[in-house]
């Protein structure tokens, strides 16, 4: 019975595991019609374009609107990357980078790239450094589709009513009886070794 249980759990992991790492790969994913990445890969922690924004931040008042626009930002500097200012593994990283599809000559210049909840990607064009203005500029012509994207909620799902469960009237117009529940199964019968 043992060895039973531990081929299978060995065959589900085999199985199972490259399905779900593939879906943990893209760190974008989790922001997925909750925020808007704000993507930037820079050759080095010393581009004017990371530290400008960095320095930006400090402001209060440019954090707020950062947090009113629901924006996220994500930095590779180098190898390293960061989401808002905690750091990712690097597997993480390495999917933000092939996301983009970049290339070794690609790494020379920075890269700022706005995604939207709905998971489009704006490439904001700049020279030297981005103020935040033309960020939040950015995000405010986004299409109102996108802007109307809301993550659903727990309280959401849990009003909806299930897909089946829904009375269908009957051939008169009036409502049909209740299914009745279905049979259990009988037990299982046990295993022999």
């Not at 019609?33 to 993507?39: F, G, I, S």
């Not at 960061?82 to 210049?109: E, G």
């Amino acid at each position: 019975m043992l060895v039973r249980s531990l081929t299978l759990a060995a065959l589900l992991a085999v199985v199972a595991g490259p399905a779900l790492a593939a879906d943990s790969d893209d760190p974008l994913a989790l922001d997925l019609n909750k925020a808007r990445p704000l993507v930037i890969i820079a050759p080095s922690t010393a581009d004017p374009t990371l530290r400008g924004l960095n320095e930006a931040l400090k402001d209060p008042a440019t954090k707020a609107a950062f947090e009113e626009r629901k924006l996220v930002i994500y930095s590779v500097a180098g190898m390293i990357g960061k989401r808002d200012d905690k750091f990712l593994d690097q597997q993480a990283t390495m999917a933000l980078i092939r996301q983009f599809k970049l290339s070794a000559k690609d790494t020379v210049a920075t890269l700022v790239v706005l995604v939207g909840k709905d998971g489009e990607q704006h490439r904001l064009e700049h020279t030297g450094t981005l103020e935040p203005k033309a960020i939040f500029e950015a995000v405010d012509q986004l299409p109102a589709a996108e802007k109307a994207i809301v993550a659903p909620t727990v309280a959401d799902l849990k009003s909806e009513p299930a897909k089946g469960n829904e009375a269908k009237p009957g051939k008169d117009g009036k409502p049909a009886k209740p299914a009745k529940p279905a049979k259990p199964l009988p037990p299982p019968k046990p295993l022999e070794d």
